[in-house]
């Protein structure tokens, strides 16, 4: 799955650090989810989607590989 | 994580302290035991493989320094792996405990392995993947400057 949370973060003058405090992750969690080696949950989604004011499908757009399981 | 409620972090340490203790008292009986074709329930030997026990079973329901969603997908997914190890391993025991009873005492190895199999070894192999997965992905990760 793509994302654009490094660019969003950018926007707001953010770093890794600042979002993972503010969506109760830790920082590696946020560089898993940025380099597509993790997933975020549903949850975590919005959060970063209220976070940013930006809807969860401009953040996350899936690829072809994940319509296959 | 709201669901699964575990030790805080602080108890890893005092799981490696025990597990260093077990360690110890091993090789003690290792390398005192004069008894050597019943070496394995000497009682350092008992001793160590009881402390292991306890030390894994601490860390195995030992937070991280920072548990999150991410922490637990890992933690699930070691769990799955454990579980079907150790299915092989049992499928697989008996073949070996019938190989080294013929080098140890079969009554005393039956003791032995009975603590080692259904306590020590699930738990070893879960808190060990665990550490490893852990460490492989997080090295993984490239931290921005």
């Given at each position: 799955m793509k994302n654009n949370i490094r660019v969003e973060r950018a926007k707001l003058r953010?770093?890794?650090?600042d979002l993972a405090d503010r969506v109760?992750?830790?920082?590696q969690t946020i560089v898993a989810i940025e380099q597509g080696k993790f997933n975020p949950s549903t949850v975590l989604a919005l959060r970063m989607s209220a976070i940013f004011n930006t809807p969860v499908n401009d953040i996350f757009e899936l690829e072809e590989g994940d319509w296959k399981e | 994580m709201k669901t699964f409620k575990l030790l805080p972090h602080g108890w890893q340490?005092?799981?490696w302290?025990?597990?260093g203790m077990g360690a110890g008292m091993m090789?003690?009986?290792f390398f005192l035991d004069?008894?050597?074709e019943s070496f394995l329930v000497c009682e350092q030997w008992v001793i160590g493989v009881i402390l292991w026990t306890i030390a894994f079973l601490i860390m195995a329901f030992a937070?991280?320094?920072y548990e999150d969603e991410r922490i637990h997908s890992i933690r699930m997914n070691t769990l799955g792996i454990t579980a079907i190890i150790y299915a092989a391993m049992i499928i697989l025991n008996p073949l070996a405990n019938i190989l080294l009873s013929h080098i140890f005492s079969p009554l005393a190895y039956a003791e032995i392995s009975t603590i080692k199999g259904i306590f020590l070894r699930p738990l070893?192999?879960?808190?060990?993947?665990f550490k490893f997965f852990l460490w492989k992905e997080n090295r993984s990760l490239k931290y921005e400057e």
């Open positions: 953010m770093t890794q650090q109760h992750v830790s920082r | 340490t005092a799981g302290t025990i597990a090789l003690w009986g004069t008894h050597k937070q991280e320094e070893l192999i879960y808190v060990l993947l």
